[in-house]
């Protein structure tokens, strides 16, 4: 949950900045930031997806 946490602050405050600063593309704003956020969570569960199953690989490891 943290990890997804972050990745969306992480994802939305890079949507402000673009936002702010005039960086986005007049023509479908509203598609681009729904697909930036979407491909955003999809590389926090590919992360937290390989942290899961490094860390039981490292478990089963450990034990006698």
Same mark, same amino acid.
């Given at each position: ?30 598609? !681009? ?6 491909? !955003? ?24």
């Amino acid at each position: 949950l943290t990890i997804f946490i972050g990745v969306a602050s992480v994802g939305v405050g890079w949507e402000a900045f673009e936002f702010l600063f005039d960086l986005r593309a007049p023509a479908g704003y509203v598609f !681009d930031t729904v697909i930036d956020l979407i491909m !955003d969570m999809l590389g926090a569960l590919v992360v937290y997806v390989t942290a899961q199953n490094r860390h039981s690989d490292d478990v089963l490891e450990l034990r006698p």
